[in-house]
């Protein structure tokens, strides 16, 4: 069974800082996503992670993956308030052809940043 | 574009009840609709996965009979949860799959929020 583990759970950090969350999996898996979510709120698509080395940057986040450790990382560069939220990584089994896709979430990493 | 919407978006009803809630991608044709289900301060737990026109694919936990999935056309899949009860009770996100090259992705709709009194 596939196994998704973020770290931390619970970030809380000053405006202007530095930091990584990280995303453990346990088995070989296709395909990476990072997603957002605000409170109340569905799910927003942050980066898709395609393969071993794939580094993506939008604004202050930067998402990574490394294939052979089975990680992934989101960097956070210079946070800023409007970052406070859920991030969750999310890792793709290609389960079966007709279907596409089956997605296995982390436990979320609830970000909070502090002026 | 990519757009997938959910009705309704906040609905409480009492124990006992059934309540249908739909999924409807707006601008594509999903080849695959996906049922997520996530409790407070909790991750999203896959439910079911639904083709158009055949039956669905229950998680194992999750009983087919209680969350009943119809997947009628490749823009619309429906949730009903039938006998509701307090636990029931959660925020119920939907997603719409299509394979765009060598990518595969879903779009999430904007989430349901069931509370059963």
């Known amino acids: 069974e596939l196994k998704v583990e973020q770290n931390p759970l619970f970030l809380s950090m000053q405006e202007g800082k530095n930091y990584t969350i990280y995303c453990n999996y346990s088995t070989t898996s296709d395909r990476l996503y990072w997603y957002r979510q605000d409170p109340g709120k569905s799910l927003e698509s942050l980066f898709v992670?395609?393969?071993?080395?794939a580094v993506k940057q939008e604004g202050r986040l930067m998402a990574s993956l490394d294939t052979k450790a089975r990680l992934s990382t989101l960097h956070i560069t210079a946070a800023v308030h409007d970052l406070s939220a859920t991030y969750f990584c999310?890792?793709?089994?290609?389960?079966?052809?007709?279907?596409?896709?089956?997605?296995?979430f982390g436990e979320g990493t609830q970000l909070t940043v502090n002026p | 574009g990519a757009v997938v919407s959910q009705h309704p978006s906040r609905v409480i009803c009492k124990s006992g009840t059934s309540v249908k809630i739909e999924c409807r991608s707006l601008d594509f044709q999903a080849t695959t609709m996906f049922w997520y289900r996530q409790f407070p301060k909790q991750s999203l737990m896959l439910m079911a996965t639904?083709?158009?026109?055949?039956?669905?694919?229950?998680e194992q936990g999750v009983e087919k009979d209680k969350f009943l999935i119809n997947h009628a056309s490749l823009t619309l899949s429906t949730l009903t949860v039938t006998s509701a009860h307090p636990e029931d009770s959660s925020f119920y996100i939907c997603?719409?799959?299509?394979?765009?090259?060598?990518?595969?992705?879903?779009?999430f709709g904007p989430g349901t929020r069931l509370t059963v009194t």
């Open positions: 639904s083709n158009e026109g055949s039956k669905a694919t229950y």
């Open positions: 992670l395609l393969s071993n080395g």
């Open positions: 999310a890792v793709d089994m290609l389960w079966l052809r007709t279907s596409g896709s089956r997605l296995t």
């Open positions: 997603s719409a799959g299509v394979e765009r090259g060598i990518r595969y992705e879903q779009y």
